[in-house]
């Protein structure tokens, strides 16, 4: 049974750092690609990152480049996401997701197997 935990939210003041797990079971992570999401109330949710399973490769939205980094353990399989700058607009909560493949994709419709989602919070 495939199973994704987040954690590593919290409450952070702007410009500060977070970083998020995505622990893995059920299936090898290795040997697919891993995508965070991310939901504000009101607001459709939001490809944010992928990391591939072969090379390494990653994907960013616009808004995170530079901010965020995406990397993954294997041995642990576990995917985290890097946030540093944050940013009050970066306030939602953030799931991850794999569509057990080796695709880059950072659209949700294409994945069918999500996380319960970490609350993020950026705020003076």
């Known amino acids: 049974q495939v199973q994704l935990v987040e954690s590593g939210g919290g409450l952070v003041q702007p410009g500060g750092s977070l970083r998020l797990s995505c622990a893995a079971s059920?299936?090898?992570?290795?040997?697919?690609?891993i995508a965070w999401f991310r939901q504000a109330p009101g607001k459709e949710r939001e490809g944010v990152s992928c990391?591939?399973?072969?090379?390494?490769?990653?994907v960013y939205v616009d808004s995170v480049k530079g901010r965020f980094a995406i990397s993954r353990d294997n041995n642990k399989n576990t995917v985290y996401l890097q946030m540093n700058s944050l940013k009050p607009e970066d306030t939602a909560v953030y799931y991850c997701?794999?569509?057990?493949?080796?695709?880059?994709?950072?659209?949700?419709?294409?994945?069918?197997?999500w996380g319960q989602g970490t609350q993020v919070t950026v705020s003076s």
């Open positions: 997701a794999t569509a057990l493949t080796r695709r880059l994709l950072l659209h949700p419709n294409e994945y069918d197997y």
């Open positions: 059920g299936f090898t992570l290795g040997y697919y690609a």
């Open positions: 990391i591939s399973s072969s090379d390494g490769s990653t």
